[in-house]
């Protein structure tokens, strides 16, 4: 009910049941995480909040608020100094450390450098992403393809990185944390290097990816992005969490064109000719690529 959705936090107690029995849907759990390097840098100061498995989110603040030290304590990479992580229901302080791959199979992962191989095709790239977690070479031949063709990059499979537009690249890093279907997708500052238009569309393949069903987690500092999407905010400011707002009722229920357009609004008025006239290019080939499930939103 409602009420729940409020007030989360106060009735939880930091017990790993408790949580459970508060908020099953829960996906992402902080409660009372702090995290101060050994440098003596706070990077997040008794940061709590839920993330409920579907959801879109996004994590927001200026530069040095925490926004990456919430990310790299979901990969695991570092370990809060105070407090609980609770992931679909794990403590992440209970995982060992010879564990801490498997539980990265459930994180698709995507950065603003884009983190590709540079040796590597597109394809292989993609490919050696589902190698690495065990994929077969049936499951490369029947899956690669089809997360390339999700992520509009069907006429690309042959191209290396460094013949990429910087969108392209991104959307290959997208293909590559998507393509084992990972119950989690985390983003951090993946438009950073892109120019406002490429970052709708990487903005719009995110939300095609959270309506089937994968929740999404952006960290980014691009404001204006974020109040046109009217997605859920969670604010950091100096390591604490001092927004956290809900997405209006409507929010998740928008066909990704829709959801394109809302963006487009802000991000492009302003702009000029040239910049219109890859927008409908770019619409275009938005609407080939549709998947069938949105038809129907
Ligand atoms: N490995 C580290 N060692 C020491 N201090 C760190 C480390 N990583 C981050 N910090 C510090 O923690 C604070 C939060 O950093 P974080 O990287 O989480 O910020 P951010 O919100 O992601 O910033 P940006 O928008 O610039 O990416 C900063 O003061 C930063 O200097
Ligand atoms: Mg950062």
Do not use: C, W
């Not at 017990?15 to 101060?36: M, Y």
């Not at 069903?213 to 952006?218: E, L």
């Amino acid at each position: 009910m409602a009420a729940t959705e409020t007030q989360p936090d106060r009735i939880l107690l930091p017990g790993r049941e408790r949580l459970h029995e508060h908020d099953p849907n829960a996906v992402i759990q902080f409660r009372g995480v702090s995290k101060t390097y050994e440098s003596g840098d706070v990077g997040l100061e008794n940061a709590t909040f839920s993330i409920t498995r579907g959801e879109f989110v996004f994590i927001v603040g200026q530069t040095g608020s925490g926004k990456s030290t919430i990310m790299r304590l979901l990969l695991k990479e570092h370990e809060p100094t105070g407090g609980r992580i609770v992931v679909a229901g794990r403590d992440l302080s209970e995982i060992e450390d010879k564990k801490v791959p498997y539980y990265r199979r459930n994180l698709g992962v995507v950065f603003q450098d884009f983190k590709l191989l540079p040796n590597r095709t597109v394809y292989d790239n993609v490919a050696y992403a589902l190698q690495v977690t065990g994929g077969t070479r049936r499951e490369v031949r029947e899956k690669v393809p089809d997360i390339l063709r999700l992520t509009g990059l069907s006429t690309k499979l042959h191209s290396y990185p460094d013949q990429l537009s910087g969108g392209e690249q991104q959307r290959v890093s997208v293909a590559r944390a998507f393509v084992n279907h990972p119950p989690l997708l985390l983003a951090d500052e993946p438009t950073g290097n892109l120019d406002p238009e490429t970052s709708v569309g990487i903005m719009q393949l995110l939300y095609r990816i959270n309506r089937t069903g994968t929740t999404v987690v952006v960290a980014t500092h691009d404001n204006a992005m974020v109040d046109r999407m009217r997605r859920r905010v969670i604010e950091v400011s100096h390591g604490s969490i001092v927004r956290d707002e809900r997405a209006g009722s409507y929010a998740g229920t928008e066909s990704t064109r829709e959801f394109a357009a809302l963006m487009r609004d802000e991000v492009t008025e302003p702009r000029t000719e040239r910049f219109r006239a890859r927008r409908r290019a770019d619409a275009a080939a938005d609407a080939d690529l549709e998947p069938e499930r949105d038809a129907d939103a």
